[in-house]
Every structure is written in structure tokens, then in C-alpha cells.
């Protein structure tokens, strides 16, 4: 599979990956859309929640609520 430009941190878009890439299978177009959604709920920062992952914003809010 040949991946479109990575973004600055090294991962590609949305639509890079799922519109601009020819993946040879089903099964290899689930797994880098499931790797991709790991990625961008699980590591990526995003500015407009303090420069958090979703999932550390999620833990953090569910331990101030405890």
C-alpha cells in the first residue's frame, strides 16, 4: 500500500487515508482504519481540549467527577 503525505507528527489525514489510499484488501482497509481511530482517540493532541488525546481528556474528566 503506498500512504499519501504523513501530517507533521507522522500520521495521515481522514481523507488521506480513507479516500486518497488503494489498499490492497478489505482486511487491510480495516485494520489501518481501526489503527487510525486508535491513533487519533488515543494519541494525537488536540488543541481544543488543552492539548489532551480524547482519551486522556475522557480519564481526567471521569476522575474529577469521582
Not at 481501526?34 to 471521569?62: C, Q, V
Request: aromatic share 12%; charged share 25%; proline share 6%.
Amino acid at each position: 500500500m503506498t500512504m499519501p503525505w504523513p501530517n507533521p507528527c507522522g500520521h495521515h489525514s481522514k481523507k488521506q487515508l480513507f479516500y486518497k489510499t488503494k489498499f490492497e484488501s478489505r482486511e487491510q482497509a480495516k485494520q489501518e482504519i481501526i489503527s487510525w481511530i486508535k491513533w487519533y482517540n488515543n494519541e494525537r493532541i488536540h488543541t481544543s481540549i488543552g492539548n489532551m488525546s480524547p482519551a486522556d481528556f475522557e480519564a481526567k474528566g471521569l476522575k474529577q467527577s469521582a
